[in-house]
């Protein structure tokens, strides 16, 4: 057997994930060793400040402030840092000297992905971004390579731990979300800027990545139709799971046809919705994602675990590095990312799907007939309504008598129809106020 010289691997960044990518590399070297076939040796970790402290114990040695230099010396480069920039010119640097990359930015890939891919492809090389969604979940690869023969048409999925965290602890220990936010933060699931998941941003990057994968399609993170969970009210989790629902933050990506135009295209959007209690995604708790894929032949096939955490996502970069160093070894060209289908990406208003809205309604005669021929006249079609007694501090004492609150469940409409239902809604004489709207979705 050809002895292959050791490959060097320069980690950028040491926090929660470079920590534990560092800490793998170097306690698991021998092991790693054997199944490349090639010696791996971890060159350093590049940091903003040495003495930050670290999750795991880090020779001072390896650690360093100087990442361009670092990235000379390596083959493999593994890029930790999040952010933009620096993250991007390094990236590209490194590709340029010709090394393999790997990589868990969402932000980055989902903004720079085509210039990045487009970098590795001229020089032979290869970027692997596996840990970019879901975290330990295996989903790139799968949606890459397994599936490359199939046609997806459908992924439903929980792909931001935060925010899942967050909506499980309202709705199972009735906690607020700023509470709920400040426990994921403190164990290392949230962004630097929370904003970034309780936005639905983290969510709607990663929407991009697996459309773009999954429809062979390029989808810009700024074509996801985007809502985060800032709007979602403990009132509303609580009601969601009397009525037999649980409130998740869920990615839809879609192959759909325009109800109107006919055309055919693909569609991203991230927002909160109802799901069914019994529907398996109801079961994904804490900082769990999972991602539900319908492809023509395979169909529906179902991906789950964690998808957050230093060591958990350690787990998704150190099995590109395996992929990048057997590569090395093999040698031959990097796969280049395939865009060839082109498909238009189509607007939140190309999207049918059904919804639930609560209403304060005055309890008199003749109120429900109205409102339902309000609907009517929008052309969305009532499926379900249930009534109860409002009980409601903000109505006057003479008001509270007559209130009641209507549940309101839609067959399929369109997002245009079911907005312009609500602002109909709004300035009703019968309605006091619209109290709740969220799309309905795993019937
Ligand atoms: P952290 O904020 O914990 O760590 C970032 C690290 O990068 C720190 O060590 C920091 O140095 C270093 N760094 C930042 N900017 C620079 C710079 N300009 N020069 C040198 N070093 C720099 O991030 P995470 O480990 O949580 O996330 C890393 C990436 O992984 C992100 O893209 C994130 O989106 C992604 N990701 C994270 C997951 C998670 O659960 N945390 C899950 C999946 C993906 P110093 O320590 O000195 O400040
Ligand atoms: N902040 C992200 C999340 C980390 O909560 O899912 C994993 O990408």
Known sequence: MIEYRNLRVAVLGGGSVGSQVADQLLTHRDELAARIGAGIELAGVAVRSIDAPRDTAIPRELLTTDAES????????????????????LIL??????????????????????????????????????AAVGG???????????????????????????????????????????????????????????????????????AAILASLAFHTLVPADAVYREGI?????EQVVAARKAGYVVKLLAICERLTDPVTGVDGVSARVHPALIPDTHPLAAVHGANNAVFVEAEAAGPLMFYGAGAGGIQTASAVLGDVVSA??????????????????????????????????????????????????????????????????VVDSLSATDAPSAATL????????????????????????????TSVLRVEGL
């Open 230 to 234: 800032t709007e979602v009210t403990l």
């Open 325 to 390: 160093a057997r590569r090395h070894v093999v040698g031959g060209p990097g796969v280049a990312e395939s865009t060839h289908a082109n498909l238009p990406v189509l607007p939140i208003s190309s999207v049918m799907t059904r919804y639930q809205i609560a209403l304060l309604v005055a309890d008199e005669p003749g109120v429900l007939a109205l409102i339902a021929a309000l609907f009517q006249s929008h052309g969305v079609s009532v499926e379900t309504v249930a009534q109860s007694v409002a």
């Open 70 to 89: 670092l990235i000379l010396s390596a083959d493999i480069v593994v890029e930790l840092m999040g952010g933009l920039e620096p993250a991007r010119t």
């Open 136 to 206: 330990a979940i295996p989903i790139i690869r799968p949606l890459r390579d397994s599936l490359a023969g199939d046609r997806v048409k459908r992924i439903l999925g929980i792909v931001n731990g935060t925010t899942n965290f967050i909506l499980d602890r309202m709705d199972a220990h009735g906690e607020s979300m700023a509470d709920a936010l400040a426990t994921a933060t403190a164990l290392g699931y949230a962004e630097a800027d929370p904003t970034a998941d309780v936005g639905g941003y983290d969510a709607a990057q990663k």
């Open 407 to 434: 549940v309101i469940g839609t067959h399929e409409a369109s997002e245009a129809d079911l907005a312009a239902t609500v602002a109909a809604l709004t300035t009703s004489s019968v309605v006091h106020s619209v």
């Open 93 to 130: 640097q490194a590709l340029n000297s010709g090394a393999d990359v790997i990589t868990a930015n969402k932000a980055l890939l989902a903004t720079h992905g085509p210039e990045l891919f487009e970098a590795a492809e001229q020089v032979g090389a290869q970027l692997y971004y596996e």
